[in-house]
């Protein structure tokens, strides 16, 4: 949710893919049609949408995970913020192209590269968020506008506001925030206080964390891409990171240790869980440490191995635990 900064000038041949010497225009391997398309599938990020899970939340913890009518409507949901995700993705690429070309990772990405053209990227960009709108306004009217929300904030931090230190983090996990509670829309379910401040604190976390890794590339390569990284500091970031850590891990071990939470879910067996979360944690920190050369912890953390496995074993102790454990079950 978010890509690099400005620089550098346009140039007439800006949206061309590189050639080899004494080739045709048109002539380059891989410049055909699913080439192209294949630029057009990687510049949405489809690994990425897993973010969108967020939106799933509310009906995963309200225990109504096999009421298919819930699930065809937090699906649909899904769906809208997937294209949103894709609308925005392909937006700050757009705004970012120049930065990222002279990025020593982005400026591989399709646009940057040339391979998805810009004209084709503007069109697919409106596309993406007129059908997506669309879909929201079809499930309810609180959705739509929490959905309408989310885009319009991801235009503010693309075009401005992640600029500015801290708040272009702040910004991000509110896509988190916002993500929940159309999810909560959507389905027609209730959002606990707890799933909001837990959703805000771990998406800060990870934003604090996409920073501080960031800027150790950056003194790595002797360049800051990011404007907002020129106002970080190292031992600032760190700070954050520790904060929103403990936090996170507080908050959520105080979400299954309260009354309410067992009440509602009739077992005192959640807060076991807890484990996983704080192996998370440490987990992501240990990625944003030792991968200066990768291009973002929270894409690697998609890709590695003990982190997936720690997240999965946090789902499925969460779902045997909400859903199975019952008192003299």
Same mark, same amino acid.
């Given at each position: 949710?978010?890509?690099?900064?400005?620089?550098?000038?346009?140039?007439?041949?800006?949206?061309?893919?590189?050639?080899?010497?004494?080739?045709?225009?048109?002539?380059?391997?891989?410049?055909?049609?699913?080439?192209?398309?294949?630029?057009?599938?990687?510049?949405?990020?489809?690994?990425?949408?897993?973010?969108?899970?967020?939106?799933?939340?509310?009906?995963?913890?309200?225990?109504?995970?096999?009421?298919?009518?819930?699930?065809?409507?937090?699906?649909?949901?899904?769906?809208?913020?997937?294209?949103?995700?894709?609308?925005?993705?392909?937006?700050?690429?757009?705004?970012?192209?120049?930065?990222?070309?002279?990025?020593?990772?982005?400026?591989?990405?399709?646009?940057?590269?040339?391979?998805?053209?810009?004209?084709? %990227? *503007?069109?697919?960009? +409106?596309? @993406? !968020?007129?059908? /997506?709108?669309?879909?929201? =306004?079809?499930?309810?009217?609180?959705?739509?506008?929490?959905?309408?929300?989310?885009?319009?904030?991801?235009?503010?931090?693309?075009?401005?506001?992640?600029?500015?230190?801290?708040?272009?983090?702040?910004?991000?996990?509110?896509?988190?925030?916002?993500?929940?509670?159309?999810?909560?829309?959507?389905?027609?379910?209730?959002?606990?206080?707890?799933?909001?401040?837990?959703?805000?604190?771990?998406?800060?976390?990870?934003?604090?964390?996409?920073?501080?890794?960031?800027?150790?590339?950056?003194?790595?390569?002797?360049?800051?891409?990011?404007?907002?990284?020129?106002?970080?500091? %190292? *031992?600032?970031?760190? +700070?954050? @990171? !520790?904060?929103? /850590?403990?936090?996170?891990? =507080?908050?959520?071990?105080?979400?299954?240790?309260?009354?309410?939470?067992?009440?509602?879910?009739?077992?005192?067996?959640?807060?076991?869980?807890?484990?996983?979360?704080?192996?998370?944690?440490?987990?992501?920190?240990?990625?944003?440490?030792?991968?200066?050369?990768?291009?973002?912890?929270?894409?690697?953390?998609?890709?590695?191995?003990?982190?997936?496995?720690?997240?999965?074993?946090?789902?499925?102790?969460?779902?045997?635990?909400?859903?199975?454990?019952?008192?003299?079950?």
């Amino acid at each position: 949710m978010g890509g690099a900064s400005e620089d550098a000038t346009e140039s007439p041949d800006a949206e061309a893919r590189p050639s080899e010497p004494g080739s045709q225009p048109g002539s380059e391997p891989g410049s055909g049609f699913l080439w192209r398309l294949g630029g057009v599938i990687r510049t949405v990020r489809p690994h990425q949408w897993v973010k969108n899970a967020f939106v799933l939340a509310p009906v995963v913890f309200a225990r109504e995970i096999f009421d298919p009518a819930l699930l065809t409507r937090a699906g649909s949901a899904f769906g809208v913020f997937c294209l949103l995700a894709g609308a925005v993705y392909t937006m700050n690429d757009l705004v970012d192209v120049e930065s990222d070309r002279v990025h020593p990772v982005k400026r591989h990405r399709p646009i940057p590269s040339g391979r998805v053209p810009l004209g084709v %990227a *503007r069109v697919m960009a +409106v596309l @993406l !968020v007129a059908v /997506a709108l669309t879909l929201a =306004l079809l499930i309810n009217i609180p959705f739509f506008i929490v959905a309408s929300l989310y885009f319009a904030q991801n235009l503010a931090y693309s075009f401005k506001l992640k600029h500015v230190p801290y708040l272009d983090v702040g910004l991000i996990a509110l896509g988190f925030v916002l993500r929940v509670e159309a999810g909560g829309y959507a389905a027609e379910i209730d959002v606990s206080h707890y799933l909001i401040a837990c959703t805000a604190l771990l998406a800060l976390f990870l934003g604090f964390g996409k920073r501080r890794h960031e800027l150790a590339a950056s003194l790595l390569n002797q360049k800051k891409t990011r404007a907002a990284l020129e106002r970080y500091s %190292a *031992r600032g970031l760190d +700070v954050a @990171l !520790v904060v929103t /850590a403990i936090a996170t891990t =507080l908050v959520y071990l105080a979400y299954t240790l309260d009354s309410s939470t067992r009440a509602f879910f009739r077992t005192d067996y959640l807060w076991p869980s807890t484990v996983f979360v704080v192996a998370g944690v440490v987990r992501f920190l240990q990625l944003v440490r030792s991968r200066p050369s990768a291009e973002s912890p929270t894409q690697e953390m998609l890709r590695d191995g003990p982190f997936v496995g720690i997240v999965l074993l946090w789902v499925g102790l969460v779902l045997w635990i909400v859903y199975n454990l019952r008192p003299g079950g």
